[in-house]
């Protein structure tokens, strides 16, 4: 279960102090799909082989997460599923 964190490199430095993480985030989990694919259940529906990409949303950023869905479903597939969390709590 690869994560997503951001679509645009301006917040990833400002959070993560990271350079290009969009592109090479991006490139990693392009190949990651490349290599298993959709996600595939049995007849239990316990999973089999697949990609769930997990992204977790960040108070006030609701432009990236629309971005980040928005590539899943143009550069992955739209068969992909999405692990979306909301747990994120500033530091008092």
Request: net charge positive; charged share 25%; proline share 2%.
């Amino acid at each position: 279960m690869p994560d997503i964190k951001y679509a645009d490199n301006e917040i990833a430095l400002k959070y993560s102090k990271v350079n290009n993480y969009v592109q090479i985030n991006q490139l990693a989990l392009k190949e990651m799909k490349r290599q298993v694919g959709d996600l595939e259940v049995d007849k239990n529906a316990i999973a089999k082989k697949g990609t769930i990409v997990r992204h977790l949303v960040l108070p006030g950023n609701v432009n990236n997460t629309k971005n980040v869905l928005k590539f899943i479903a143009k550069d992955l597939s739209t068969n992909t599923y999405v692990s979306l969390m909301s747990q994120y709590h500033t530091a008092l």
